[in-house]
C-alpha cells in the first residue's frame, strides 16, 4: 500500500477541507400553517404534507 513520502502543508490540508462545511437547512413556508418547514417533510407545526394531514399534532 502506497504511503505519502512527505507530509501535507497545512495550506493544502485546508484547501480539501473547504467543502466539508455543512449547509444550512432549505426551509419553505408551508401552505396551511405558514410555518417555515423543511421541503419534501411533514409540516411538524400542523402535521399536514400535500395538502392532507398524514400526523397528528397535539395542540400547545
Do not use: F, I, W
Not at 419534501?40 to 397528528?56: L, S, T
Request: proline share 10%.
Amino acid at each position: 500500500m502506497p504511503n505519502p513520502k512527505r507530509r501535507h502543508s497545512k495550506a493544502r490540508t485546508a484547501k480539501r477541507r473547504t467543502h466539508d462545511a455543512l449547509a444550512p437547512l432549505m426551509l419553505g413556508e408551508c401552505p396551511h400553517c405558514h410555518e417555515p418547514k423543511r421541503s419534501h417533510q411533514v409540516c411538524p407545526h400542523c402535521g399536514y404534507y400535500r395538502g392532507r394531514q398524514v400526523r397528528a399534532v397535539e395542540e400547545e
